[in-house]
């Protein structure tokens, strides 16, 4: 449950603060909340099981929230959830096909794939133009984000 709202949370906070802030504060996000959104995904496909409509439930939850709390997200939001939506898909994906993998492994492997899709979408969508500067940050920030998460998650693992 934690997972859960704490997965939310972040999408929210992205959503406010690049609509607040604009495109310079993506790659902040991407590494802080984003590379965090990328292994907690990891960790509620365990959780249940690989079931992708509660994950896609989620992300459709913070695009409303956003946009409830701050009507001036909404191109964000759309931007969000259709980002979210087929770069956990593609996370999903290599997920799995690491099963027989070590977590961090399958976990940073999949980050780095859904990160790749998220990058692109996100910005296109939310700003309207294909910023390769920006897509590059983020895409840099939310595997570094992820690793860092992912160890971070891993560990909590360990002492659970």
Do not use: E
């Not at 934690?2 to 495109?23: C, D, E, K, R, W």
């Not at 961090?104 to 969508?125: E, L, R």
Request: proline letters at 3%; aromatic letters at 10%.
């Amino acid at each position: 449950m934690i997972y859960s709202a704490i997965f939310v949370l972040s999408i929210i906070l992205a959503n406010l603060t690049v609509a607040q802030f604009g495109s310079w504060i993506t790659p902040i996000n991407a590494i802080l909340l984003i590379g965090l959104d990328l292994s907690l995904r990891d960790k509620l496909h365990d959780q249940w099981n690989g079931n992708p409509f509660k994950i896609g439930s989620l992300i459709i939850v913070a695009g409303v929230v956003s946009f409830l709390v701050n009507p001036d997200t909404g191109m964000i939001a759309i931007a969000s959830v259709m980002a979210f939506c087929l770069s956990m898909a593609t996370d999903a994906i290599v997920y799995d096909r690491l099963k027989n993998k070590p977590w961090m492994i399958k976990s940073n492997g999949s980050n780095i794939a859904g990160a790749g899709v998220d990058s692109i979408v996100f910005p296109t969508i939310a700003f309207g133009d294909l910023m390769w500067q920006i897509v590059i940050l983020q895409f840099a920030a939310k595997v570094i984000g992820g690793l860092v998460w992912s160890k971070v998650l891993n560990a909590k693992k360990m002492q659970a």
